[in-house]
């Protein structure tokens, strides 16, 4: 899955929308508050940093309002933070692409400007081109790092169309590249586990048959969810740039135990509740609706899974709570955003019948196994 970090001085909705719709997951950060947001995010992730800027003799992108000049020096400042500012998976915010999309102005694509080597400037051309384009540097900017994680002494597998990348002979905390910086990789302290780090076709084709096998199973059960969904969290029906968390333990004042699935934190922009979300897994074979034709209704499993998420909702809410939020999450998270993903996807009068107990369950979003399918689907056809 791309994870792009969309910047200038000015949002561009219509290419923030359209690269959201092909399947892209995108954060807008104003370009002042780039460094800042580094530097403060530590769950931050990203494969590409994106930024749309105006041709300084065209007059007609007067609303974007921002210039190559300052994309490029803000370029120069990525690649100037320290080294031991890395993500949660040890890749450096340093080396990390950096592309520049003019309007109106032909630039060549090119690798080097001004000292810094992960820089990519390139006309733009229309969204679709453009997505493509940072899908080109960001390719290129993963086998770099896959070259680099290989020589480091970490073991790099080729697995199915995906590459896995686990320990070696050498202790991550000791080792570091241009691309990795192990004291800050953070994904997990067991031995031999693996993590994907870059996905081909066939890998994704294997992922996507592995998945709806494990929904079209009447015997798949949630802890087999769970723990697929943990290994693959790009699967998650995720609305922003996130990080997941799984079974965050939580108690309250009786002492009684709450575990979330997955709570779900935004990498920006986390300061706000509701950017947040609490993520309930339930069967796919659950039903969604019951009753006659002419008044159809949630059925008792939809209506058991939305009690639940609420009665988390409350347990957020309730002020008591604080400390022990914060001390799970780190954070004293009061109004998250609640979700279920349950059931499968129905069609004609069922939909609609659906899409109305939606809309009086306003506050909590319900996901369906299918829709998680097709987005990952399409990811084929791209």
């Known amino acids: 899955m791309l994870r792009i970090i969309l910047t200038g001085e000015v949002q561009e909705e219509t ?21 800042p947001t580094i530097r403060d995010e530590e769950e931050m992730q990203a494969d590409c940093l994106v930024c749309i800027v105006d041709d300084e003799g065209e007059p007609d992108f007067p609303h974007l309002g921002t210039r190559l000049p300052a994309a490029i020096a803000l370029s120069g400042s990525v690649s100037r933070l320290p080294d031991a500012l890395a993500m949660p998976d040890g890749r450096k915010w340093n080396a990390l692409p950096f592309v520049v999309l003019v309007r109106n102005e032909q630039h060549p694509i090119i690798g080097t400007t001004a000292g810094n080597s992960n820089l990519y400037v390139a006309p733009y051309q229309g969204s679709a081109t453009a997505l493509e384009l940072v899908k080109i540097a960001v390719a290129e900017y993963r086998q770099r790092l896959l070259a680099e994680l290989d020589n480091l002494g970490l073991v790099v597998r080729y697995e199915v169309g995906q590459y896995r990348v686990g320990h070696a002979l050498l202790e991550r905390p000791g080792l570091e590249g241009r691309y990795y910086y192990g004291p800050r990789d953070r994904r997990g302290d067991a031995p031999g586990v693996l993590f994907t780090v870059d996905r081909d076709l066939l890998g994704v084709q294997a992922e996507v048959e592995e998945f709806e096998q494990l929904i079209n199973d009447p015997e798949t059960t949630e802890p087999q969810l769970q723990r697929f969904f943990e290994g693959r969290p790009h699967f998650l029906p995720m609305q922003r740039l996130m990080h997941a968390y799984p079974r965050v333990g939580l108690r309250d004042a009786d002492g ?46 939809v209506t ?16 008591a709570h604080a400390e022990e939020v914060e001390r799970a999450l780190g954070r004293r998270l009061r109004h998250p955003s609640l979700a279920v993903l349950i059931g499968r996807l129905p069609s004609g009068e069922e939909l609609s019948a659906l899409d109305q107990e939606q809309v009086r369950s306003p506050h909590v979003r319900i996901v369906t196994y299918d829709e998680v399918l097709e987005a990952q689907r399409a990811e084929l056809n791209r």
């Open 15 to 35: 290419v923030t929308a359209e690269w959201r719709r092909a399947g892209a997951r995108l954060e807008f950060v104003a370009m002042a508050q780039v460094i």
């Open 304 to 319: 058991k899974a939305l009690t639940q998420v609420r009665d988390y909702g409350d347990y957020f809410a309730n002020l």
């Open 256 to 301: 009684r135990l709450l575990i979330p699935d997955f709570v779900l934190k935004p990498v920006v922009a986390a300061q706000r509740d509701r950017n947040w979300e609490v993520l309930e897994l339930k069967r796919p074979q659950a039903r969604l609706l019951t009753g006659p034709a002419n008044h159809r209704s949630f059925s008792t499993e």
